[in-house]
């Protein structure tokens, strides 16, 4: 069964700073992994996809980087502003069978302070 | 455009009843999720449709739980005899074909509370 593990769980940081957020999952057999953003009370917001041929995908400030092989994704996040503050999500879609459900994971609660 | 919509925002019931959650996805969008998300759980696949059909349903937790999509649009969500443990968020996403390159687009979410 896939299984993916974020970390940290939670992380603070002053405005302005770079930052990365990992992501691993146990199942390399994967379609794509996407990265997510949740605001509080609010649904979620697709930041990055990257296909399973892919290495890495950029938008804006954002970089995610996929290492199929090792199970893992980073994302990465350029000069860091309060508007930043949010949960980010890791997601994989698995190849094969029937699933086609995204499984995700716990989450990274992100503060940026002003 | 308009984004995918959920129904009701916040739902708060006594255990034992029955409760219907509905979804409208973005318009022209053949595929269908249903996600919960718990606290502490994380977010778990519930089920998924393609147009009317729904050709996985490995997520759902319990015979308690059933979906159902009309007119390869709106969906409900029905939870039989609520327990205090389907306390959770309800999150439905849509995309636009089945494909699994697709992004799914997720609503805001209905937050059930079951007393």
């Known amino acids: 069964k896939q299984e993916v593990t974020q970390i940290p769980a939670a992380l603070s940081v002053p405005e302005g700073e770079n930052l990365v957020l990992n992501c691993s999952f146990t199942?390399?057999?994967?379609?794509?992994l996407q990265w997510f953003r949740q605001d509080p009370g609010k649904g979620l917001t697709s930041l990055l996809l990257i296909q399973s041929s892919q290495r890495e995908q950029t938008s804006g400030r954002l970089n995610a980087s996929l290492d199929k092989s090792s199970g893992r994704s980073t994302l990465y996040i350029a000069a860091s502003q309060p508007g930043d503050s949010a949960t980010y999500l890791c997601a994989v879609r698995i190849a094969g069978g029937g699933a086609d459900g995204l499984t995700f994971g716990k989450g990274t609660h992100l503060i940026i302070q002003p | 455009g308009a984004g995918v919509s959920q129904s009701p925002s916040n739902k708060v019931t006594e255990k034992g009843k029955d409760v219907e959650l509905r979804c409208d996805p973005i318009s022209g969008h053949t595929a269908l999720y249903w996600y919960r998300q718990s606290l502490g759980q994380g977010l778990e696949f519930l089920i998924y449709f393609q147009g009317n059909s729904a050709p996985d349903k490995s997520g759902l937790p319990s015979d308690r739980f059933s979906a159902e999509r009309t007119g390869g649009s709106v969906s409900t969500l029905t939870i039989q005899r609520t327990q205090q443990e389907d306390s959770a968020v309800y999150l439905c996403a849509s995309s636009l074909v089945r494909s699994r390159a697709d992004t799914q687009y997720f609503g805001p979410g209905t937050r059930l509370t079951v007393l």
């Open positions: 199942d390399s057999a994967i379609y794509n």
